[in-house]
T-cell receptor, first 112, second 118 residues
Framework: KAGVTQTPRYLIKTRGQQVTLSCSPISGHRSVSWYQQTPGQGLQFLFEYFSETQRNKGNFPGRFSGRQFSNSRSEMNVSTLELGDSALYLC???????????FGSGTRLTVV | AQKVTQAQTEISVVEKEDVTLDCVYETRDTTYYLFWYKQPPSGELVFLIRRNSFDEQNEISGRYSWNFQKSTSSFNFTITASQVVDSAVYFCALSEASSGGSNYKLTFGKGTLLTVNP
């Protein structure tokens, strides 16, 4: 059974640009959530999607957005990148909340 | 509001020592889920265990064991006879089950960096 796949693994962008990250969940999982990990703030919840609907959103500015497609694949977009957006972005999929979340390997974004 | 505290930022032990990682949580929900994840240098969060709030039984899985005590809001993790391969950052996390928007997410502690020296 394939795990959660995130692409790309590494990304370098310039301040002011925008970026799109992709996440393919485990087959059959309909919930996809995104987290940002930085040395200073740790792991912070960005948003969660289920059947193409955003069910929960963390405390991030509107520059951070996401969407989910009918096949459960999800993308997150960050517009007008800032240096502080440099982080490891992790995606997690879940069949049901009761049984936890499986994480991908993450996308490491560096903003220069 | 939900909160997870891992007071130990870094722990260093010598191989074969036992080590306990502490986790204290705060929640107003009566139904919630607690998790432990391991993050090796590669970055991926590896699931270790899930426990729901109605199951206070301790669990042992090989060299790993978990002690869940609702009375003290703690969910501690012990590695027996540690090995170099156990070196990683370990995260404790909480997920509430109530409606209203606070669910469908994990709230993580800051993590504990465990270094096992040969």
């Amino acid at each position: 059974k394939a795990g959660v796949t995130q692409t790309p693994r590494y990304l370098i962008k310039t301040r002011g640009q925008q970026v799109t990250l992709s996440c393919s969940p485990i087959s059959g999982h309909r919930s996809v959530s995104w987290y940002q990990q930085t040395p200073g703030q740790g792991l912070q919840f960005l948003f969660e999607y289920f059947s193409e609907t955003q069910r929960n959103k963390g405390n991030f500015p509107g520059r951070f957005s996401g969407r989910q497609f009918s096949n459960s694949r999800s993308e997150m977009n960050v517009s007008t990148l800032e240096l502080g957006d440099s982080a490891l972005y992790l995606c997690a999929s879940s069949g049901t909340r009761n049984y936890g979340y499986t994480f991908g390997s993450g996308t490491r974004l560096t903003v220069v | 509001a939900q909160k997870v505290t891992q007071a130990q930022t870094e722990i260093s032990v010598v191989e074969k020592e036992d080590v306990t990682l502490d986790c204290v949580y705060e929640t107003r929900d009566t139904t919630y889920y607690l998790f432990w994840y391991k993050q090796p240098p590669s970055g991926e969060l590896v699931f270790l265990i899930r426990r729901n709030s109605f199951d206070e039984q301790n669990e042992i899985s090989g060299r790993y064991s978990w002690n869940f005590q609702k009375s003290t809001s703690s969910f501690n993790f012990t590695i027996t006879a540690s090995q170099v391969v156990d070196s990683a950052v370990y995260f404790c996390a909480l997920s509430e089950a109530s409606s209203g928007g606070s669910n469908y997410k994990l709230t993580f502690g800051k993590g504990t960096l465990l270094t096992v020296n040969p």
